[in-house]
């Protein structure tokens, strides 16, 4: 899926982040299902505008000497 499909489907995001090729787009207090209290934030990860990772976590880097990001699920 590219940039602009993401996009398309979910609207634009609340915030994003850019490291090197990859950039994270975060979705805040978004619906899950179809009940209104069920809720969560989402984060959608890109690598050269296609989409590589998304769902619910934090965004981290790889190691520190790499522009890869990855997301860390929340348990």
């Known amino acids: 899926m590219s940039k602009a499909e993401v996009m398309a489907l979910l609207g634009r995001p609340d915030g994003f ?14 619906l899950i299902s179809g009940w209104s ?18 769902g619910a976590g934090q965004v981290r880097q790889r190691d520190p000497n ?6 860390v699920t929340l348990r």
């Open 17 to 30: 982040r850019r490291s090197g090729e990859y950039e994270a787009l975060q979705y805040t207090n978004r």
């Open 37 to 54: 209290w069920d809720r969560t934030d989402y984060t959608v990860i890109l690598k050269d505008e296609k989409l590589v990772e998304y």
């Open 66 to 71: 790499s522009n890869v990001l990855i997301l």
